[in-house]
């Protein structure tokens, strides 16, 4: 059944809809199966600590530059759940002009969203986006699934920045910088890819006190025109996966290549 709250942006059947304005999301939300949510341009969404909502249909974002899709906590200091897709194999997200922050992760029904934004069975395309200051074991996971990753900033992960298991795809033109200091790196990376086959293009990794790139569980990555600089690992790879770099540049990192 829909929550009665979320009658009132029902614009169609299996749609509902947030248009331009403040949203206080107060208590745990979770969409029906086959029912879209679409967050139009403007939309500010602030959520209350521990609260999550979990979408069992498609994710549609639609910020632009002037006017973004702000998903933000009601208190800095207590972070929210999870903006969670559990989706059906293609299951289509799109995403575009986000500023998000404040999350960390929940169990929701035996499932385990162990991130900020997580995608579960879907077709995921995210591009020109600002991702910053999540406390959970990922900013974005996405898990059995199809992936877009274009024109992101990443900032202050409490942990890893991106968690790839069982996915397809690219990752392009992304920044991961600006780490929250003050955590161990024994399990921090900045992108973390398991039994995965992605390409890795134009990305820059910098100033990461931990493994900026870790390849694992039998995956396949090209990584081409990517720069590494400052970091205590620029590319762990690991488990029979499969690593090919080409015209990348490697500065000051404490250690570049850690095979096994």
Known sequence: PLDPWLATFS????????????YDIDHDLVIPYGVALVLERGTRWNIAPGVSVVVNGELHIRGTDLN??????????????????????????????????????VWD??????????????DVRMEHCQIGASFGESMVSIKRGMVLLSDIRFTAAAHAFIDLAEARGSVEQCTFAEPTAGVSGADRGGLVLRASDVLVSGCTFNGLPFTAMWIGRGSETLVTGSTFTGNDNAVRAADGSTLDMDRCSF??????????
């Open 68 to 105: 973004p899709v702000f998903i933000r906590p009601q208190d800095e200091t207590r972070p929210y759940g999870s903006i969670a897709v559990n989706g059906a194999g293609g299951t289509r997200c799109r995403i575009r002009g986000l500023r998000m922050s404040g999350g960390s992760g």
């Open 251 to 260: 500065i000051g990192n404490k250690t570049v290549f850690t095979l096994r």
């Open 11 to 22: 614009s169609q059947p299996d749609t509902l809809r947030f248009v331009r304005g403040k």
């Open 109 to 122: 029904d035996g499932v385990g969203y162990r991130g900020m934004l997580v995608f579960h069975n879907a």
